[in-house]
């Protein structure tokens, strides 16, 4: 009793050479279908190089392009010469060129000889297959797909809204429920002579002709007629990525390769050496006997797909770059922006500095140059104080500002005299506008002033500490949640009012709304350039 293993070969031809060797010398005959698509001296090159192994053979070429009826044509002819040139085959894996075995041959033969009536493939009805991504789940069994869904996307996409439009519907053979799961599958040798032998086979081989993605259902359906015992998974490790791309996997991902116990592994880069080097080994160097456990490295496929779809907090990448709204937070780090203070008060930069234990910037966007904190020519991340450069994209400017300096509250001053062009004015309810025009020749106003910078002192401390409030008239008021909150004040025709208006809001400067110290996301640039909340 032994294995047998269909290859389909499209590409890295030399490295397919090796794994076929690997599993030739294993005692598994191997049947090769190299794609139509390689031209004829690569591929007689590539048959010529493995003339010396008896059991391998090579079948009738066909063009594979992804997602059309050509795979299923290459895996049928290959495991009918399986089936008819090895009688001591009882169980056929289809594999990949680019896939690795992980584990010594031998125990994959002693594995499946322990399971005799056991079909390994990953078969799942469209309600139970959550995994389908960008693509159709009910309408690929029900409509046709004439064209390429890579070469001729246009004409596909067009093609289906016509069909939805009229709502033309294909009828599903008699008797058969449509199945999906992994195109990498292992079958005994009955279920799959069922399945080629079977007298319907060519009203099933017209149906599936003609559905979308048929590699990934044919199989997976047509199992299901006749196996007696199935375990619908796939003894070939495979991840997918959030837009349904196969992950590769590179020398770096040995250790994870080890962890997962797994029989193969796909895709795996040609030039991983290392890879390639460790598992294509004898039984003493590879890995331990124990039951397939894929499971064991999702979380780790799980983080992968989070930081290419999240990213880390604040950052661009570019992953997310193209998506609007995608960011991880809109910040790196809270900062705070402080308008009219220091035009107000005197010496309130080095106040704030002492009172908080932040850096505390001057106007950071004033038409000069750029006033960091202590007078500095530049700062982290050799960030000059060139007004030409830092013009010449603010928002980046003021991104390279918060990142580079992330771990230390940033504080700086905004006016109607600075640079207005970033749009900074849209950074949210941080920006704490002063009420301004006292006359100091007024006794009265002198003493509001004065009350007034007491309350703005306070309302900066707290802007800094995180604890919410909002100026009222010289008062501050402090909600629960750290939110402002409304009050009641009275219009021009003396009707009562509740409503929280600030700078933001284009409205008047008697209430200014400063919030808790923000949390991630907080108040920064976003990952589109904008400056917004």
């Known amino acids: 009793m032994s294995v047998g293993i269909v290859m389909l070969v499209h590409t890295a031809l030399g490295r397919a050479e090796q794994v076929a060797r690997h599993w030739a010398a294993a005692g598994c005959p191997v049947v090769i279908h190299v794609d139509k698509s390689v031209p004829r001296q690569t591929h007689d090159a590539f048959v010529q190089a493995l003339a010396d192994l008896p059991a391998l053979v090579f079948s009738k070429r066909y063009r594979c392009e992804w997602g059309t009826w ?63 991504v960008g693509g159709l789940d009910e309408e690929r069994f029900t409509m046709r797909f004439p064209f390429s ?42 279920t799959l002579s069922a399945i080629l032998q079977d007298p319907k086979r060519a009203a099933y ?14 199989f997976q359906t047509l199992a299901r007629l006749y196996s007696t015992q199935i375990e619908s998974r796939s003894l070939t490790l495979s991840k997918f990525d959030f837009q349904g791309k196969p992950h590769i996997f590179y020398d770096d991902h040995l250790q994870l390769l080890r962890r997962s116990d797994c029989f193969v592994a796909r895709k795996i880069w040609p030039k991983a050496d290392r890879l390639y080097e460790a598992f294509l080994t004898d039984e003493a160097g590879a890995m331990k006997r124990t039951e397939p456990k894929p499971g064991k490295i999702d979380r780790v496929f799980a983080k992968a797909v989070e930081r290419r779809t999240r990213g880390r907090a604040g950052l661009y ?20 922006v402080f308008q009219g203070f220091v035009e107000l008060f005197e010496n309130f930069e080095p106040w704030l500095t002492k009172s908080t234990g932040a850096r505390v910037h001057g106007h950071l966007f004033a038409p000069d140059r750029v006033h960091f904190a202590d007078g500095q020519n530049s700062i982290n991340g050799a960030l000059s104080n060139s007004a030409k450069i830092r013009d010449y994209d603010p928002k980046a400017f003021l991104t390279n500002l918060i990142w580079n300096t992330r771990g230390e509250r940033q504080c700086f001053q905004f006016g109607p005299q600075d640079n207005q062009d970033g749009d900074h004015r ?42 919410g409030a909002y100026l009222d008239d010289g008062r501050i008021h402090r909600s ?7 009050h009641s004040g009275r219009d021009r025709a003396g009707q009562n009012r509740s409503s929280v208006r600030g700078a933001k809001d284009g409205g008047s400067h008697r209430l200014w709304s400063i919030p808790a110290e923000p949390q991630e996301p907080g108040d920064a ?9």
Request: proline share 7%.
């Open 317 to 336: 990448m570019q992953s997310r770059f193209p998506n609007e709204d995608w960011e991880n937070g809109v910040t790196a780090a809270p900062y705070s």
């Open 205 to 218: 081989d017209a149906y599936f002709r003609h559905v979308w993605i048929p590699d990934e259902s044919y």
């Open 480 to 486: 629960p949640d750290g939110a402002a909150a409304k």
């Open 70 to 132: 050509g795979l299923v044509a290459a895996s049928q002819t290959a495991s009918e010469m399986m089936l008819n040139r090895f009688p001591d085959v009882r169980h056929v894996y289809l594999a990949s060129g680019s896939c690795l075995p992980l584990r010594p041959v031998k125990e994959l033969i002693d594995y499946l000889a322990a399971r005799p009536r056991t079909d390994f493939i990953e078969s799942a009805t469209t309600a139970d297959v959550p995994w389908t």
């Open 149 to 190: 869904w890579k070469r001729r996307r246009y004409l596909f996409d067009k093609a289906v809204a016509v069909q939805r439009f009229i709502g033309l519907k294909r009828r599903i053979p008699k008797g058969v429920v449509p199945h999906m799961g992994s195109q990498w599958w292992c079958l005994t040798r009955q």
């Open 525 to 533: 640039p976003l990952s589109n350039g904008r400056l917004s909340r």
């Open 426 to 467: 849209g950074l949210g309810r941080a920006v704490v506008p002063v009420q301004s025009g006292f006359r100091r020749h007024s006794p009265h106003r002198r003493r509001v002033a004065k009350d007034r910078k007491r309350t703005h002192e306070s309302a900066a401390v707290a802007l800094l500490q995180g604890a």
